[in-house]
């Protein structure tokens, strides 16, 4: 006889899960008496608001390819909870968020705290469900795992009431899930190679989810074989190494005008792995909706993503290690007559990321140049939202998968807790996080976490003293009434060393690098305060330059 709280950790052990992110609440506190019971495998992390909470779950999700962890309290917590949900939907993350729940006995009397937590999330959510009795506890969660990594990856919620958590039950437990995969047929692969081959101006878009080392390698070595340049979606620049000949750069926000003049050039796009997504494909644009000017083959592993809002002249549901494992029987008939152009692209790519020379003392560009060529090749790191972003996903060159964490939902917030739960998994790795003024601090609290469990992230905060991306499209709007976006900020450094952690200040290029190494020996978590001019808006542009052009 276990109760339902028991019979729950159990069923995450057993599919492999050693860690869960949450805040705690006296709504799963059986759930807490648990893993007590269980810690010499099971460990539980407590964060500072469960916002961040999730946000390392779904962090964990990006890493491992199972469910990252997270539990939330009733009512407050899981609606803070909601923005990491949100973000594994639309990054196809597999996650799963437990939640506390009023006893059975109180439900549907808006008892306190009460949600239906099935009605709130499941608009973002792949299966939301309450579990109310404890011996059906194996089967929801074997549902869950299961929901959660097939086809199209993301999160499911599940309530838990609080009787169900102490209610006793003999239960077996369930088995290890593991994903569903699914195949390319031959006559998918028959039709790519004639299309290839019939191809003047073809150009690869890699993206989305399940790019195992394994997958990514099998994936390059088709390009090779082909010579075809290859460029990636939105925030997924880690699906290929960005110092490969064929890699050309990314189509997220401001990309290269030379790339998506490429795209619109290009008689052939094969779209692996990514969502013809709204930023991907700037706005639906870059893409015609529904037919496609160019051919266009799209392979995705959840079939519901294939012809949603482009029809494909080929469609493919597979995964990327089912779909990398085929290429390997793909190899053109004759030398492909692109070539060329695929070393033309590169040399547009090389061009677009030498650094350049914005206002201000603080050159963004010269900084991650430095960083590229200082950061081991598995160094991960992560971003919120905010135009800094833009210098890291311009100027930083990723160079294996699993070493961008950045979400695709366009949250803010995100990057100082994907870096500790990325630290926590990978503590050999070199983790930075990326934040703006703004972006730190929606979950900057979370310098506590990593304190308290020695997740030594560097922390970069790019400090323009305003809401920087919105301060730009006012100034294309509205040029000159700023309104609501001028920020008045802590002195960062300080407050990292009041958490515990090392503080340093750069005002200047030149002091980066030192304060950098610096933050790095410190063997801890350690922020970088670094003042930039908010008149360097983007890498692209000026706020004076915006606002002459408004007028």
């Given at each position: 006889?276990?109760?339902?709280?028991?019979?729950?950790?159990?069923?995450l052990?057993l599919?492999?899960?050693?860690?869960?992110?949450?805040?705690?609440g006296?709504?799963?506190?059986?759930v807490?008496?648990?893993?007590?019971g269980r810690r010499d495998?099971?460990?539980?992390?407590a964060?500072?608001?469960?916002?961040?909470?999730?946000?390392m779950?779904e962090?964990?999700g990006?890493?491992?390819?199972r469910?990252?962890?997270?539990?939330?309290?009733?009512?407050?917590?899981?609606t803070?909870a909601a923005?990491?949900?949100?973000?594994?939907?639309?990054?196809s993350?597999p996650m799963?968020?437990?939640?506390?729940?009023v006893?059975?006995g109180?439900?549907e009397?808006e008892a306190?705290?009460?949600?239906?937590?099935r009605?709130?999330?499941?608009?973002?959510?792949?299966?939301?469900?309450?579990?109310?009795?404890a011996?059906?506890?194996?089967e929801?969660?074997?549902?869950a795992y299961?929901?959660a990594?097939?086809?199209?990856?993301?999160?499911?919620?599940?309530?838990?009431?609080?009787?169900?958590?102490?209610?006793q039950?003999?239960?077996?437990?369930?088995?290890?899930?593991?994903?569903?995969?699914?195949?390319?047929?031959?006559?998918d692969?028959?039709?790519?190679?004639?299309?290839?081959?019939?191809?003047?101006?073809?150009?690869?878009?890699?993206?989305g989810?399940?790019?195992?080392?394994?997958?990514?390698?099998?994936?390059?070595?088709?390009?090779?074989r082909w010579?075809?340049?290859?460029?990636?979606?939105?925030?997924?620049?880690?699906?290929l190494?960005?110092?490969?000949?064929?890699?050309?750069?990314?189509?997220?926000?401001g990309a290269?005008p030379?790339?998506?003049?490429?795209v619109?050039?290009?008689?052939?796009?094969?779209v692996?792995?990514?969502r013809l997504?709204?930023?991907t494909?700037g706005?639906?644009e870059r893409?015609?909706v529904?037919?496609?000017?160019?051919?266009?083959?799209?392979?995705?592993?959840?079939?519901?993503?294939l012809?949603r809002?482009?029809r494909?002249?080929l469609?493919?549901?597979a995964?990327m290690?089912?779909?990398?494992?085929?290429l390997?029987e793909?190899?053109?008939?004759?030398?492909?007559?692109?070539a060329?152009?695929?070393q033309?692209?590169?040399?547009?790519?090389?061009?677009?990321?030498?650094?350049?020379s914005?206002p201000?003392?603080?050159n963004?560009?010269?900084i991650?140049a430095?960083?590229?060529e200082?950061?081991?090749?598995?160094?991960?790191?992560?971003?919120?939202?905010g135009?800094?972003?833009?210098?890291?996903?311009?100027f930083?060159l990723?160079r294996?998968?699993?070493?961008?964490?950045?979400?695709?939902s366009?949250a803010?917030?995100?990057?100082?807790?994907?870096?500790i739960?990325?630290?926590?998994?990978?503590?050999?790795?070199v983790?930075?996080?990326?934040?703006?003024?703004?972006?730190f601090?929606?979950?900057?609290?979370?310098?506590?976490?990593?304190?308290q469990?020695?997740?030594?992230?560097?922390?970069?905060?790019w400090?323009?003293?305003?809401y920087g991306?919105?301060?730009?499209?006012?100034?294309?709007?509205?040029?000159?009434?700023?309104?609501g976006?001028?920020?008045?900020?802590?002195?960062f450094?300080?407050l990292?060393?009041?958490?515990g952690?090392?503080?340093?200040?750069?005002?200047e290029?030149?002091?980066?690098a030192?304060?950098?190494?610096?933050?790095?020996?410190?063997g801890?978590?350690?922020?970088?305060h670094?003042?930039t001019?908010?008149?360097?808006?983007t890498?692209?542009?000026?706020?004076s330059?915006?606002?002459?052009?408004a007028?």
């Amino acid at each position: 006889m276990r109760t339902g709280a028991e019979i729950l950790i159990d069923q995450l052990i057993l599919n492999g899960a050693d860690t869960a992110f949450g805040v705690p609440g006296e709504s799963y506190l059986a759930v807490l008496d648990a893993i007590h019971g269980r810690r010499d495998r099971f460990r539980f992390v407590a964060c500072r608001q469960e916002g961040g909470a999730a946000f390392m779950a779904e962090a964990w999700g990006k890493l491992t390819g199972r469910p990252g962890i997270a539990f939330a309290t009733r009512g407050p917590g899981a609606t803070n909870a909601a923005i990491g949900v949100h973000t594994a939907m639309q990054d196809s993350t597999p996650m799963i968020l437990f939640i506390g729940q009023v006893g059975s006995g109180d439900s549907e009397r808006e008892a306190f705290q009460e949600v239906d937590y099935r009605r709130f999330f499941s608009p973002i959510a792949k299966w939301a469900a309450q579990i109310d009795r404890a011996d059906r506890v194996p089967e929801f969660v074997q549902r869950a795992y299961a929901v959660a990594m097939a086809g199209r990856p993301g999160p499911v919620v599940l309530a838990l009431p609080e009787d169900m958590l102490t209610a006793q039950a003999e239960v077996a437990d369930g088995r290890r899930i593991e994903a569903a995969g699914a195949a390319p047929r031959p006559a998918d692969m028959t039709g790519l190679k004639a299309m290839l081959a019939a191809a003047r101006r073809p150009l690869a878009i890699l993206g989305g989810p399940g790019w195992t080392q394994s997958a990514a390698d099998g994936v390059r070595g088709f390009l090779e074989r082909w010579s075809l340049p290859a460029a990636t979606s939105f925030r997924a620049k880690d699906r290929l190494d960005n110092a490969h000949p064929l890699y050309v750069g990314d189509l997220g926000i401001g990309a290269d005008p030379k790339l998506i003049a490429r795209v619109a050039e290009s008689d052939l796009l094969l779209v692996i792995g990514a969502r013809l997504d709204e930023m991907t494909t700037g706005g639906y644009e870059r893409i015609a909706v529904p037919l496609a000017a160019q051919g266009l083959v799209h392979v995705h592993p959840g079939p519901d993503e294939l012809h949603r809002v482009t029809r494909a002249d080929l469609a493919i549901c597979a995964d990327m290690a089912s779909f990398a494992a085929a290429l390997a029987e793909l190899s053109p008939d004759a030398p492909p007559v692109w070539a060329g152009e695929a070393q033309e692209a590169r040399a547009a790519y090389e061009a677009f990321i030498r650094p350049v020379s914005p206002p201000g003392a603080v050159n963004p560009s010269a900084i991650f140049a430095f960083l590229r060529e200082r950061l081991p090749e598995d160094a991960i790191l992560t971003n919120g939202a905010g135009n800094y972003a833009g210098w890291l996903h311009r100027f930083h060159l990723h160079r294996r998968p699993g070493t961008q964490l950045a979400p695709q939902s366009g949250a803010m917030g995100y990057g100082l807790p994907a870096a500790i739960a990325a630290k926590l998994k990978h503590p050999e790795r070199v983790v930075i996080a990326n934040a703006g003024d703004g972006c730190f601090l929606m979950n900057g609290q979370e310098m506590a976490t990593a304190v308290q469990y020695g997740a030594a992230v560097v922390v970069l905060v790019w400090d323009n003293g305003s809401y920087g991306t919105i301060r730009m499209h006012q100034e294309r709007h509205y040029p000159g009434r700023v309104s609501g976006t001028d920020l008045r900020n802590p002195d960062f450094a300080a407050l990292a060393r009041s958490y515990g952690a090392a503080g340093f200040s750069v005002t200047e290029t030149a002091t980066f690098a030192p304060a950098f190494e610096a933050a790095l020996a410190t063997g801890g978590p350690a922020l970088i305060h670094i003042r930039t001019d908010v008149e360097a808006i983007t890498p692209a542009t000026t706020i004076s330059a915006l606002r002459a052009a408004a007028r």
